[in-house]
């Protein structure tokens, strides 16, 4: 079920009362998790209201969690940017290994079939498969959370050393001047930087992880 709403806090006990009399009425069992953009962890007032569904998970949106580290960047239109935020939304998710074999196999009969390869290798198979493909017929899956704590560690590493240079001539009372314009790819002194960086806790990826 999903619900709108128009309020924060305390505004929403209504609505969650609302719901939780509705799937009683109903006859329905208790939802099995829940995705928030903030207090997924610890006795927030949420899992307070939510006293009825005592089993009931509570995760993290994923969207909001990558948020966090994109408001460290200096500016979306970084030439880096969007470089950054594919990565990080990698080391968060994996294709399913049952999936990709499946598809694999299905791609190894289609090319033998229609006689464009009599052996195809590994490498041929993954030359001609497309992301369309691994959309449609392939699950997504978050890596857990030891592995994701590592690739996005790696990745902020990397990140922070990235500066672009750009080199700006300047005609000043018939003078020619030569600027170096210094970007960098993460704000280094900003509050933001700070929320970014606190996200990188092992703590906050545990509320991001699917059943496996």
Known sequence: MSVLTASEGVGLWPMINGVVDRYDRAGEPPAQAIYVDRDCC???QL????HAWPNMVFRLDIWHFMRRFSMGCSTDSHIL????????SKAIFEWSAEDLEALRQAKRLELMTQHMMEAPTREDIVRWMTKSELATYCRRR???TEETTRLIGKLYCK???ITIFFNLVACVHYNYLQYTIIISLLQTNSSRHSWATRARTPTGYRCLMSRR
């Not at 899992?47 to 939510?50: C, D, V």
């Open 47 to 50: 899992r307070r209201w939510f």
């Open 42 to 44: 610890g006795d927030s």
């Open 159 to 161: 990140s922070y050393n």
């Open 142 to 144: 978050t890596r857990g």
């Open 81 to 88: 940017y969007s470089t950054f935020m594919k990565r990080l």
